[in-house]
């Protein structure tokens, strides 16, 4: 199944598998909230670029270059443009002691979830369905 590959619109992709996932599995549709990341977590991570140059002082360029690659995607859900230029590459290539394991929740918690919320429109919606079963939306 990959139906999502015919999509050029890289949230209508996520959606459709996310859409799939849900179908395949009707009888949990009121407990599974399928949530596909639209590239990879390190695009959370580029939410904050505040919380880059706290945890890596020392690489103010390379933060600065970040903060102007994401600027020119309309959210940091959307950075990638190869596998070479995806999140993590660029966080590597810009951050060069950044560790994908410790680095990434380290900035993504410093970063905070009203941030991440606010510069990501995917993943903020993905949170919205889950509070709305809790009644907290």
């Not at 859409?19 to 395949?24: F, G, M, S, T, W």
């Not at 009707?26 to 904050?48: C, N």
């Not at 600027?71 to 596998?83: R, T, Y």
Request: net charge negative; proline share 7%; hydrophobic share 40%.
């Amino acid at each position: 199944f990959v139906p999502s590959a015919r999509e050029a619109d890289r949230y209508m992709r996520a959606e459709s598998i996310e859409a799939a996932i849900a179908e395949d599995f009707p009888e949990h549709r009121h407990r599974l909230i399928p949530y596909i990341q639209v590239h990879e977590f390190e695009a959370l991570v580029l939410a904050g670029t505040d919380a880059i140059e706290f945890y890596f002082p020392e690489q103010h360029e390379g933060v600065a270059r970040l903060a102007a690659e994401v600027a020119g995607f309309a959210n940091p859900e959307l950075v990638n443009d190869s596998p070479e230029t995806a999140p993590s590459k660029r966080l590597e290539r810009s951050i060069h002691r950044y560790r994908k394991a410790i680095d990434g929740p380290l900035i993504a918690q410093r970063t905070g979830l009203d941030t991440i919320r606010n510069r990501c429109p995917h993943f903020n919606e993905w949170l919205r369905k889950i509070e709305a079963i809790g009644g907290t939306a």
